[in-house]
């Protein structure tokens, strides 16, 4: 201990020489600075912000005052460069929005970090300090891993709140306004961690007694500790750092460092050395300067005594005895002299060693090192740089020689250099400041890490190192890591990562989302088994299963497999799962791809269902019939009814009503057989308008009376307001030696006999429900086609037609317009113009109409009347573009007939024509859109008509 104290003072001792010649040499740096402050600042009170509750930094003593190591500091550089200060004190987010509204100057204590650095300006830093994670006594903690997805305690916003939002860690972060709330939470037991500055943390602890914490020792995320002020503000920044270069030169800033946080820290620095013991150097100092004088003066002594000693040789013979004492006492002298010349001489050399040592570290040195001499304006500021002196490694790292860089100016070495950059630097030259960076030389195609600072005023010196290869690795590392992250965290498919104890260590956001938690901290950490049901869909345990598995991907290396996972809700999860085998930081892991195949699961069950379902219906098809009648054809269950069943009317419903109408009739038909049947009773529907039922252990009068009760229900039900009909067959096989296909074909014969004569009756009354369905849609309608059929009756009469044709015209009229029931209500009631797309639509009605009618025998010449009644004379009417006599009689004479009564009548978007205007109209569209003779007929016998 004491010779490493002897060593440290020999060193200091030694420093101290090199350090008076350089500055015997130069000026003082501390001569030149000038401790007036720019005009700018001293104008004006500086308004200082800082944390309210931040000891031992910034705080308010017992009488509200503001106090601390930052606010003693500010004030010892307001003091010194001559500006004063006013405090505003308050929680740490609020003093930072002020900072960046205007509303202080300065914030006297700020982390430094390049995110904070594109907000602030930043002075040189003051002081340096760590974070550290504080426990109770009985926990401990040994690296911030260990902190995943637990709670800890943080004050909102501090450096070490967003250092460990950094780290990905999935942490539950407890915020609050300061480090003493921070501290008893812990303290009182309501969380184990909290992440605080090492500094303030064992201050809250010695100033409050929390006895039972304690920090554990991490050191984390050191940063720099600087005043900061807003972006722009130069002037106050270069103030701010003269300020604490006089504070250092003069010892104030070492006397309140020690007295705020020197109790926590340990100063044990060369430069500490120096300031302790600088009197006994200087005393060392002049003592040496002492011997060296005394040593000249002795030499001129020892030269005037030669020489009267020679004067006074003769004179000195005679007092022989008396020289020679005299000579013994002058060797005596002599050789005292020679060993003080001698460890003079020794302590020279080794100086020369030590700079010959330095020079040869300097040349040697793997980085590159050049000293710079700064070219101003007449405004003193850097416009360029000169080359001074470069070593080897700087020739080698720039490919250029030395011969051609010294003397010369860096814009003519440099001609891309950007102007920043010589500011930049030039700045360290002018002000002192250290400057740290990473730059791309174009002119080299290098990245290169660059320390600047000033061996003396008005020069810089750069270390270079090439950092090209590291940059490039750094950008692959980075683009590999950011491509399997964002393929990790973009999937939409769970994605976990499994480690050698068959637990989660991560999972991306699909999985947290998927299986209904609410962050990562709820899987990580897990089993795969914690997450699946008891059991697989097999029966087998679902961790033997896991156990099975995760044996086989590490073996093959792969595996894919179903899985049925428990969502947090109990929901089960049916999985595809692809399990690989990864090697991530040298360490093995199970890469887990998940698949949800719930959705093919339910298709599956799907079409299983429909392979024996009718999509319709949700009844049984034919294919489940056809194979069920085989297993039923058996002995123990005869007797063996078979009943066919048909629905009547299904394609008038259709042409009707659409499609959608004929569905509804179908479906209600199955509901009424499905209520009717017994369980054991198998019913399927065999295609369209078809159904069966399977009758095990039924007489056929049994049957006879379920056919009864269907019946009975069936006309309970009604589709558009027309009765389910429906015709049913009946057939039993009543021992074993029938053939079952007989006896289903007996049914269907017994089924089309009845429907031969239920069918027409039930069509007739259909067909009336329909025509007063349409009148009920539109009231106009009935009206209407009264009127054409009495026009249409008069019109057969003034033909001297049969009356017959003259009845066939009058239920003509009734009927031409049914094919309207199909189309829509709001079309046909629309009070203005049609558009096109409206027409159209109206257009269809004379097929429906057809449709209609053609499924009564009776009634399949007026079909053929309806179908062509809007036809036109010059065959451009539709729907076929019939032309003249291709149109049938009666269509024609209906045509005119519903063309006048149009006419005639008063209309939403227009007013009735008087019978001349109307029959004026006639006669210019005859020939084209009506029968000519047939028009001049109509309009001779229109006054009888009436």
Same mark, same amino acid.
Request: hydrophobic share 40%; with cysteine; aromatic share 8%.
């Given at each position: ?9 020999l ?10 010649i350089?500055?015997?040499s ?31 930094? =910034? ?20 003091k ?11 929680n ?11 509303k ?13 650095e ?6 040189s #830093? ?37 250092f ?12 609050v ?5 921070a ?26 007694n ?8 991490? *050191? ?20 701010? #750092?003269e ?9 104030q ?26 009197? @006994? ?12 004088i ?7 002594v ?16 005679? #007092?022989?005895? %008396? ?14 002299l020679?060993?003080?010349e ?22 040697e040195m ?31 790292? $720039? ?14 070495v ?13 700045q360290?030259?002018? $002000? ?53 992250r ?9 994605? @976990? ?12 956001t ?16 897990? #089993?795969?088994? *914690? ?10 345990? =679902? ?21 049925? *996972? ?13 399990? $690989?085998?990864? =090697?991530?930081?040298d ?6 791809v ?54 009547? /009317? ?5 042409d009707?009503?659409g ?19 017994r ?22 009068? %049994? ?6 009760? @269907? ?13 389910? =009909? ?33 069918s027409p ?21 009935e009206?209407?086609?009264?009127r ?7 019109? /057969? ?8 044709k ?34 159209k ?7 429906? /109409? ?6 009564l025998?009776?009634?399949?010449d ?7 009644? *809007? ?10 573009g ?44 005859s ?16 006054s009888?008509?009436?």
């Amino acid at each position: 201990m004491h010779l490493n104290r002897f060593t440290k003072l020999l060193v200091s001792f030694f420093i101290g020489v090199i350090t008076i010649i350089i500055t015997s040499s130069q000026p003082s740096a501390l001569n030149s600075i000038n401790n007036e402050p720019t005009p700018k600042i001293s104008e004006r009170v500086i308004i200082v912000g800082d944390d309210i509750d931040y000891p031992p930094f =910034s705080y308010l003593d017992k009488d509200n005052r503001p106090t601390g190591f930052n606010i003693e500091l500010i004030q010892g550089v307001a003091k010194v460069m001559g500006f004063e200060v006013e405090f505003q004190l308050r929680n740490w987010n609020e003093t930072k929005n002020n900072l960046r509204e205007g509303k202080i100057d300065i914030i006297s204590g700020m982390f430094y970090s390049a995110e904070r650095e594109k907000e602030f300006n930043f002075s040189s #830093n003051h002081s340096v300090a760590s974070s550290d994670i504080f426990t109770r006594m009985d926990y401990s903690i040994k690296s911030i891993d260990e902190l995943r997805g637990l709670e800890v305690v943080v004050v909102k916003n501090d450096i070490i709140h967003e250092f460990l939002l950094s780290q990905n860690l999935d942490i539950e972060f407890i915020e609050v306004d300061t480090v003493s709330n921070a501290l008893r939470l812990i303290s009182a037991g309501e969380y184990d961690y909290a992440a605080v500055l090492k500094l303030s943390g064992h201050y809250v602890i010695n100033h409050h007694n929390l006895n039972n914490l304690k920090s554990n020792s991490l *050191h984390l995320n050191p940063q720099n500790y600087s005043f900061a002020v807003k972006i722009g503000n130069d002037d106050l920044v270069n103030a701010l #750092n003269e300020g604490l270069v006089i504070l250092n030169a003069t010892g104030q800033y070492r006397e309140i460092y020690n007295r705020w946080l020197g109790v926590y820290t340990e100063d044990t620095s060369i430069l500490s050395f120096f300031r302790k013991y600088y009197w @006994l150097l200087y005393t060392i100092i002049l003592l040496v300067f002492g011997l060296f004088i005394w040593n000249i003066l002795l030499r001129k002594v020892v030269s005037s005594r030669t020489k009267e000693l020679m004067n006074l040789n003769l004179e000195l013979q005679q #007092n022989q005895e %008396e020289l020679a004492a005299s000579n013994e006492e002058l060797e005596a002298s002599l050789g005292q002299l020679l060993a003080t010349e001698e460890e003079l001489r020794y302590q020279y050399d080794k100086l020369k060693d030590s700079e010959e040592r330095y020079k040869k570290l300097v040349t040697e040195m793997h980085q590159g090192l050049a000293l710079h001499q700064i070219v101003v304006d007449e405004n003193g500021e850097p416009i360029d740089y000169i080359f001074v002196d470069v070593n080897r490694s700087y020739e080698k790292l $720039t490919g250029i020689n030395r011969e051609d860089l010294i003397g010369k100016k860096v814009t003519e070495v440099f001609p891309n250099i950007q102007k920043y950059w010589i500011r930049k630097l030039g700045q360290v030259a002018l $002000t002192g400041n250290v400057a740290h960076f990473e730059k791309f030389n174009n002119d080299l195609n290098k990245f290169f890490e660059i320390v600047a600072y000033r061996p003396r005023p008005m020069k810089f010196a750069i270390i270079l190192s090439d950092i090209t290869e590291r940059k490039r690795i750094e950008q692959l590392i980075k683009l590999s890591e950011e491509n399997f992250r964002m393929l990790f965290e973009g999937s939409s498919d769970p994605i @976990l990562l499994m480690d050698s104890d068959n637990k989660f260590i991560d999972c991306n956001t699909a999985t947290v989302t998927t299986f209904g938690y609410d962050k990562k901290g709820d899987i990580i950490g897990k #089993n795969p088994w *914690h997450l699946s049901p008891e059991r697989q869909l097999c029966g087998e345990s =679902s961790q033997e299963r896991a156990l099975e598995i995760i044996d086989h991907a590490n073996k093959e290396g792969k595996n894919r497999f179903e899985w049925w *996972h428990k969502k947090k809700d109990g929901t089960i999860l049916p999985m595809d799962i692809i399990m $690989t085998s990864i =090697s991530m930081k040298d360490k093995k892991l199970l890469h887990i791809v998940c698949r949800d195949i719930s959705d093919r699961k339910r298709m599956e069950q799907r079409l299983e269902f429909l392979s024996y379902h009718d999509q319709l219906t949700g009844l049984y098809n034919r294919r489940y019939f056809e194979n069920e009648l085989i297993k039923v054809d058996i002995p123990s269950a005869l007797p063996l009814t078979i009943v066919m069943a048909d629905v009547n /009317g299904l394609k008038l419903i259709n042409d009707a009503f659409g499609h959608a109408a004929g569905d509804e009739l179908l479906i209600k038909v199955a509901s009424v057989l499905k209520r009717g049947c017994r369980q054991s009773d198998i019913l399927a529907r065999l295609g369209g308008d078809e159904f069966i039922i399977i009758l095990p252990n039924t007489h056929f009068q %049994e049957a006879e009376e379920i056919v009864k009760t @269907l019946k009975k229900n069936a006309l309970d039900e009604t589709v558009q307001s027309i009765n389910l =009909s429906i015709s049913f067959g009946i057939s039993t096989k009543s021992c074993k030696y029938q053939n079952i296909h007989e006896i289903l074909r007996n049914a269907e014969d017994d089924m089309y006999k009845k429907k031969l004569y239920e069918s027409p009756s039930i069509r007739s009354k259909n067909i009336n429900l329909i025509i007063k369905t349409l009148n009920e849609k539109c009231a106009r309608e009935e009206a209407h086609s009264h009127r054409v059929s009495s026009l249409c009756r008069s019109f /057969g009469e003034a033909l001297n037609l049969s009356d017959e044709k003259i009845h066939e015209l009058k239920i003509v009229g009734l009927l031409h317009d049914i094919g309207k029931i199909a189309i829509e209500g709001d079309i046909l009631n629309k009070p203005g113009k049609l558009i096109d797309e409206e027409w159209k639509e109206i257009k269809r009605h004379p097929e429906i /109409g057809y449709r209609l009618l053609s499924s009564l025998n009776e009634m399949s010449d007026i079909a053929e009347y309806v179908l062509a009644h *809007h036809e036109s004379w010059d065959g451009t009417g539709y729907p076929k573009g019939l032309k003249g006599e291709e149109i049938p009689l009666q269509a024609r004479i209906i045509s005119i007939a519903d063309a006048y009564d149009a006419m005639t009548s008063k209309r939403s978007y227009r007013e009735a024509m008087s019978t001349e205007q109307a029959l004026e109209e006639l006669k210019k569209c005859s020939g084209k859109q009506f029968d000519p003779n047939l028009v001049e007929i109509f309009i001779n016998s229109i006054s009888s008509f009436e």
